[in-house]
């Protein structure tokens, strides 16, 4: 017998389950599953869970899959903290010092804050480009909302 279901269709397992970005976007504001909408995958604020407890989607397809996210991160929390400085130097009277004081822990601590924020894009970004397969995922769980 065929692996085919539909004349030319490939098999339910090897389909692509698409998700439409904007969907996408608002689990990753929200911290939320990309799949399947579900609020617990985080085991803290930076840690993620290895995969869903409900789709059981699979978060890091491979090692060091979330590099990207902590460049775009860091890249852009610096990028940010730089123009603040950049602007509080040239608009106010405040001393060097002064705008160490605010600016520094700024720098350490934005990163931290967006790290669930970026990670949650990163997989947007992924899952756009390349969508998941259902055979990868527990249709079941997605189904029954």
Known sequence: MSTQSVAGAPPASDRELKI????????ALRRQCPICGSGDIWLGWISIRD???????RFARESGYFLGSMLLNVIFSELLVMALMVMVLVFTAMLWWQVELIILPLAVILPILWNPY?????????LSAHPVKERNVNM???LDE
């Open 20 to 27: 439409a970005v904007r969907t996408l976007l608002g689990r």
């Open 51 to 57: 995969q869903c407890p409900r789709c059981e989607y």
């Open 118 to 126: 970026f990670k949650g894009f990163w997989l947007t970004l992924d």
């Open 140 to 142: 079941a769980a997605i």
